[in-house]
Nanobody
Framework: HVQLVESGGGLVQPVGSLRLSCAAA????????MNWYRQAPGKQRDFVAR????????YYADSVKGRVTITRDNGKNTVYLQMNSLKPEDTAVYYC???????WGQGTQVTVSS
């Protein structure tokens, strides 16, 4: 069965950095684009970034463009989200998923606060 396990979240001060990881299993990872989404308290889940199956193409939400980089390691079935210059408004639970697949992990909490 499909498994997505996010990790790497935590408490960080504004302008700090975090690297999130998402380990995938149960499907052919290198055939799927992978996404990161986030959901702040009381808000809908929003798109953050996408990377193509081979890692050659990336897309970013305007709110994170220039501060966030999505990468993947198909040998490790893992997708990453490097987040720099973090802002309080980046506080949310971050989720990964395989594009057009209806599976979600448990998410990892990112809190940006001084």
């Amino acid at each position: 069965h499909v498994q997505l396990v996010e990790s790497g979240g935590g408490l960080v001060q504004p302008v700090g950095s975090l690297r999130l990881s998402c380990a995938a299993a149960g499907f052919i990872f290198n055939l799927y684009s992978m996404n990161w989404y986030r959901q702040a308290p009381g808000k809908q889940r929003d798109f953050v970034a996408r990377i193509s199956s081979a890692g050659s193409t990336t897309y970013y939400a305007d709110s994170v463009k220039g501060r966030v980089t999505i990468t993947r390691d198909n040998g490790k079935n893992t997708v990453y989200l490097q987040m720099n210059s973090l802002k309080p408004e980046d506080t949310a639970v971050y989720y990964c998923n395989a594009h057009n697949m209806g599976y979600w992990g448990q998410g990892t909490q990112v809190t940006v606060s001084s």
